[in-house]
């Protein structure tokens, strides 16, 4: 059984900076793209942010661009997403996530990802 839990929400004012971790166990964690997603009151959930299961290619939403990055620890079976310059519409739900398949590369697409954490929130006040 694959269990994802995400840490390091909270409520920060805009221009600042939040860390969200994501711990994972039940399957060999390196074999995995992993990905962030977010979803804000109202509106579907979007892509955030993947990475390869190596940790060497990344890719992000235009939205968090230049501002987020995600990394992961596969000796200790972690993905981070460490956010900067914070701005009100990035306020939302966070999710993080495992692939279904150990062959997806990277996705930006929610439903190649078989495994979801419960999620933590984010508020970001103007």
């Known amino acids: 059984q694959v269990l994802l839990a995400e840490s390091g929400g909270g409520l920060v004012q805009a221009g600042g900076s939040l860390r969200l971790s994501c711990a994972a166990s039940?399957?060999?964690?390196?074999?995995?793209?992993m990905g962030w997603f977010r979803q804000a009151p109202g509106k579907e959930r979007e892509f955030v942010a993947t990475i390869h299961s190596s940790g060497e290619k990344q890719y992000y939403a235009d939205s968090v661009k230049g501002r987020f990055t995600i990394s992961r620890d596969n000796a200790k079976n972690m993905v981070y997403l460490q956010m900067n310059s914070l701005k009100p519409e990035d306020t939302a739900f966070y999710y993080c996530a495992q692939a279904r398949l150990s062959a997806i590369y990277t996705s930006a697409v929610a439903g190649d990802y078989g495994y979801w954490g419960q999620g933590t929130q984010v508020t970001v006040s103007s």
């Open positions: 039940g399957r060999t964690f390196s074999a995995y793209a």
